[in-house]
């Protein structure tokens, strides 16, 4: 029989200050989320059903542009790096790295094309 202290069993695994930064991002943009997603669902709403030109002028004044571009950015980052962590738990590997690598891509170019979007209606 072989006896493997703590410290073996856990070789390789990764430092426990990995997890806890993790969690405080998660928590930074959760609480930054717990106004955002009302006063975005708020915003939204305002400027849905209108023709274009109504929600060009809309989106051209500060506030309504201003809440949706950080809430476009917060929202997406917090799912990014959610799916960072279930990418983590369950791909390991160079599959593990290049999926990572895709879903970071993804995330941010949605981020650019968004913001893209939402500047160009608003100026």
């Known amino acids: 029989m072989r006896y493997l202290t703590d410290r073996k069993r856990v070789a390789g695994l990764g430092s426990g200050r990995e997890g806890t930064h993790h969690h405080w991002q998660m928590m ?20 849905l059903g209108g023709t274009y030109e109504d929600v060009v002028a809309y989106l051209s004044r500060p506030w309504p542009a201003i809440i949706l571009a950080v809430s476009l950015v917060v929202i997406i980052v917090h799912l990014m790096r959610e799916a960072h962590a279930a990418i983590e738990d369950y791909v390991h590997g160079t599959a593990g790295k290049l999926t990572l690598i895709a879903t970071s891509a993804f995330a941010y170019g949605l981020i650019a094309v968004g913001l893209f979007g939402l500047a160009r209606m608003a100026l």
Do not use: E, G, M
Not at 28 to 47: I, M, Q, R, T
């Open 28 to 47: 930074v943009s959760s609480v930054l989320l717990v106004p955002l997603v009302p006063l975005f669902v708020f915003v939204f709403d305002a400027a």
